[in-house]
């Protein structure tokens, strides 16, 4: 049997036995069962705790400086291994901190906890022991207690994610003990991307931190980072630049009634800097003027994005102004045909005008 599962129905039986109205001592287990009554406290057994019992504070509660205390009764098996725990209260004894959350931090550290089994004649048995766990600033302020990175939180950006124009983040959460060192990372909110989760997870689980006064007191702690994902950060990716964009096409009965509007575009951009597709991610009220602006990119030349170096099929954004300032001239020039655009009662829009899928550059 799984050690994960044994200690889950070891943990249901002890749970089951605390919830025991009788109080009394049977075989090997030392201490009263009954949280009503009285089981043995730490100090007098003969346990020996080999590693820390320092909870990590909750972190709404760290922020507003909160402090407490409770008392654990913890089970712990003959091979020293802490089995169950709770917290009780009754009219006449009182365990909790107040506040379930820490409640929860203080049983969770006390299942973590390892110890040198307890003993009666020379032999290990299991033990009920009651063990004080509390939440304490040291006499620090709130603003004493923060943290901050000693290495970048910037991560590699997702390989399979280049070239599409993807930025995203993602929010980790972080259990950082006493000494400053992560010992648990959990995804709080995705990025979206499977990939990008995951190298958000690495980079946050190899972090380091220190006290933001330089002290050595460090408040075990809860936090959140967001780790994200951006074009202009992205380590070892440069995007596509424009190198040569002519002017639009200004339709002849737009430019006759002094009509301005602009159009923005996605683009797809091959490895040799060509565009490939075109569609209107922004229109500028005139299908016609969308499709000029189309015709236009497909005229545009572009440096490649580049991944270490190496060029790649990237996709961009180009935002296509119509003003009477500019010219078609040099657009029929780039496309080698006199277009002027087209007429209005003759002109159709091409299908999915709006769709990353169509609208392929035209066969040069």
Known sequence: ???????????????????????????????????????????????????TLVPFYPKHLLKAGWEGECIVHLSIDENGEAVGAGIYSSSDIYHSTGNKEADKAAMMIALHSEWEPATQDGK???????????????????????????????????????????????????YIDENCE??????????????????????????????????????????????????DNARGVTPAEPLSVPNPVYPAHLRESNWNGQTRLGLSIDDLGMVLKAWVIDTSGSQIADEAARQMAFASLWQPAEYLGEPLDSQAELVVEFSLDTSADEVADALDEDWAGPEEDDWEPPENLNNPGAGDAPKR
């Open 1 to 51: 049997m799984p050690k994960r599962l044994i200690s889950l129905v070891l943990l249901l039986v002890a749970t089951a036995v605390w919830g025991n109205s009788a109080s009394e001592e049977t075989g090997d287990v030392i201490g009263c069962v009954d949280p009503g009554d009285t089981t043995v406290p730490l100090e007098e057994t003969n346990l020996a705790l080999l590693n």
């Open 124 to 174: 290990p048995v299991a033990i009920h022991v009651r063990i004080p766990i509390s939440f304490t600033l040291g006499g620090l302020t709130v603003e004493q207690t923060e943290l901050v990175p000693l290495n970048s939180l910037e991560p590699f950006y997702p390989e399979s994610l280049i070239g599409t124009g993807w930025e995203g983040e993602c929010t980790v959460e972080l």
């Open 182 to 231: 992560v010992v648990k990372v959990y995804k709080v909110r995705s990025s979206g991307e499977r990939e990008a989760d995951k190298i958000a997870l690495a980079v946050a689980q190899n972090s380091k931190w220190e006290s933001i006064t330089g002290s050595d007191r460090v408040i075990a702690r809860q936090m959140d980072v967001t780790i994200s994902f951006s074009l």
